[in-house]
Structure formats: C-alpha cells, structure tokens
C-alpha cells in the first residue's frame, strides 16, 4: 500500500511539473454600479444605485486552452445611495471591502471570449452611515469577458451578496434568524473592468 501511494505522489509531482501551465500576474480595476437590496422593505427608503470602483492585483493559471484559474485581491467599493421616505436628501451607505474572487474562466475555443465564475469572500475593511454590518459577505459572481493577445482584459459582470447585512440569515446575535430573501439586505454589483496580464 506504501509503495502504491508513494508511486501515485510521483506520478502527479511528475505530472505537474510537467504540465504546461501559463501564470500571469496582472492588474484590474473599473467601475461598481452597487446597491443594496430590500432596503425599501426594512428602512422605509427608496435606495438608488452607488456608482463607485474596484482595482486590485490577479494571478492566471492557464491549465488548457478551455481554463483559466484566476484568483484575485480586490479593494471594491460598495454600498448604496438611499433617499427616506419623505425627504429629498440623498444619503450614501458605504461599504469597503477587501475583495477575494476565486475565478474560473472558461474559454470559447479558439478566441479570447470567456465566462467567468467566481466563490468571493469579502472582507469588510470600513464603512459609513450604517450600523454594525457584518465583517464578511460571502457572495457569488459571474462575468462575460475577453482576452487580447496584447495582454490587455475586459470584462463585464455581476456579484450576489449571499450574507444579510445584519446576518440575520447566519447570526444577528440577538436570536433573531431568517432565510426568507425578501427580508435580507443582500449587496449585488455590476462591474465593468479593464486589465492587464503580464508575461513572465
């Protein structure tokens, strides 16, 4: 059995560091159009979208012609513009966060058209004219991108906040809990971002 298993550990060391695996590191940023959803339903106001920013660093692990693994460290700047009922001063909601997508890219063959998807942890670093939100949002995101063969990147798309902002679907704290989405101040982005990929 221990000769099986040390023979298995060859073979994949062997395997990969054979393996031809194109790593880039890079840079990203662009512009968040960020809101905050239910707000209408729990605070009374009318929430409108926070146009705002993301920039951080990437690494790229081309394994196939069809895979890229690409995770990311991101500051990403979110929250929302809101409006009480009954008044017409607007106030901002601001959430900083330190960004952790792990992003899968799938290629169309042949050309620089991927999708992307992407587990992200956020971390909240700072925030304003809320109180106590939750330090960590777990969330999911999705994109449509291209590759250049210059290096240069685009992309368009999307992240789900999954973690009410009060954890109120995890653990407020206070025994209050629920799962009813109706109920949850969930944070969702659109992004639009430009990059660049450097050869090593």
């Known amino acids: 059995m221990k000769q099986l298993t040390i023979i298995l550990i060859t073979l994949f060391s062997f395997t990969f560091i054979n393996a031809q695996v194109e790593i880039k590191p890079g840079i990203k940023g662009g512009m968040n159009i960020a809101g905050l959803s239910n707000l209408e339903e729990n605070g009374g106001v009318r929430s409108e979208k926070l ?33 009480v009922t009954g008044s017409t001063e607007t106030y901002t909601t601001e959430l900083n966060y330190l960004s952790i997508p792990v992003n899968n890219k799938f ?78 101040i969930l944070n969702n982005v659109i992004q639009l971002s430009v990059g660049y990929q450097f050869k090593l």
């Open 51 to 83: 146009t705002s920013f993301h920039i951080g660093g990437t690494l790229s692990f081309k394994f196939a012609k069809f895979y890229t693994l690409q995770p990311e460290i991101l500051y990403s700047k979110q929250g929302s513009d809101y409006r």
């Open 107 to 184: 290629y169309i063959k042949d050309s620089g058209i991927n999708f992307q998807i992407a587990p992200v942890i956020d971390i909240l670093l700072s925030h304003k004219n809320i109180y106590k939100p939750q330090s960590v949002d777990i969330a999911f995101a999705a994109a449509v991108g291209y590759d250049i063969s210059n290096g240069l990147v685009m992309s368009i798309g999307y992240k789900q906040g999954l973690t009410d902002l009060f954890g109120r679907n995890v653990d407020d704290g206070y025994g209050y809990e629920t799962t009813e989405v109706s109920d949850l």
